[in-house]
């Protein structure tokens, strides 16, 4: 289940793990502003592929897919 972009908004806003922050901060980006992804990666200094696996897991397990 994809969540809103509000929705994104407010776990980002409440999520204290750093790790999780930065997955969530992806998927609100690509999936809520609706950004390239390799441009998310590259303003997170992250590779394509950790982007591309991690919205992948998004998409197939929710918000649940994110954690490790």
Partial sequence: MSLTKGELETLYRNESRAILKERLLLVLKAKGDGMIP???????????????????????????????
């Fill in 38 to 68: 390799a441009l998310v990666a590259k303003g997170l200094h992250r590779s394509r592929s950790w982007t591309s696996d991690w919205l992948a897991r998004y998409r197939k397990e929710g918000i649940d897919g994110l954690e490790n």
